[in-house]
């Protein structure tokens, strides 16, 4: 069954997925590129990690997606 989400919704998770998997890319690959564990990143992107600030600007920039 598992845990619950950490997060009220686990919107920011559910966000980081939709756009890795609009990339086409692989959790493994974002993974490398964010220079993070792909056990962290399916973590993040199923709400059972809250991600820091510097965690989703890593995997943003390894998805190649800019807010500025």
């Not at 997925?17 to 974002?30: F, I, K, M, N, Q």
């Not at 993974?31 to 993040?44: D, E, F, M, V, Y």
Request: proline share 4%.
């Amino acid at each position: 069954m598992g845990a619950p989400p950490l997060t009220a919704d686990g919107s920011i998770g559910r966000a980081l997925r939709a756009l890795r998997e609009t990339s086409g890319l692989t959790g493994d690959a974002v993974a490398r590129r964010a220079s993070t564990s792909a056990g962290k990143l399916s973590k993040i992107e199923n709400g059972r990690t809250l991600p820091t600030v510097q965690d989703v600007d890593l995997i943003l920039t390894a998805l190649d997606v800019s807010g500025r």
